[in-house]
């Protein structure tokens, strides 16, 4: 069973902070973005364009679905994995960490000219729609939640660690 799932929007630090949590916990690191980019065999930009959006969420769904069942490390998901239902059900019982992160750090961070497909048309007004959606089942899946605004990875993932359900 994955030990840790982290969750949040984009610029919360799920990759980042799951790499470090992997190392720190001495597991492996899986993000599904990169497992859905695999199977595809293009970036999650070109399905959204190509094939887009149903097909991508489509394919996360699965990738997420085979991560839960195949991999024992810590595992990140795409921002916008949460909002498929099933997604949702996977998720119950799983140690989930909901990343938060403001939107001026989020901005900072993914950056205004980004490449990510929902934020190309006024990038900053995009990703605080999507914060403000997508916040309350961010919220309701968690068993923790950490703010990452103007911290220290290595702090945030010592406190991952203590918070995890033992």
Known sequence: ?????????????????????????GLTFRDTDSDVEAVAGKAVSE???????????????EAVRAALAEHDGV?????????????????G??????????????VQRVGLGSARPLL????????????DERRPIYERLAVL???????DPEELVEEIVKGLPA
């Open 120 to 131: 190309v048309l006024n990038p900053r007004s995009q990703l605080k729609k999507l914060m």
């Open 93 to 106: 019982g799983h140690p989930v960490v909901y990343l938060e992160v403001g939107l001026a750090d989020a």
């Open 75 to 91: 595992l990140s998901l795409g921002g916008g994995a949460i909002l498929h239902e099933k997604t949702q059900e996977l998720l």
């Open 1 to 25: 069973m994955t030990k840790v799932v982290l969750i949040g929007p984009p610029g919360s630090g799920k990759t980042t902070l799951g790499r470090l949590l992997a190392q720190r916990l």
């Open 47 to 61: 399905i959204f364009i190509e094939d887009g959006e149903e097909r991508f969420r489509e394919l996360e769904h």
């Open 145 to 151: 939640r950490v703010v990452t605004d103007k911290r």
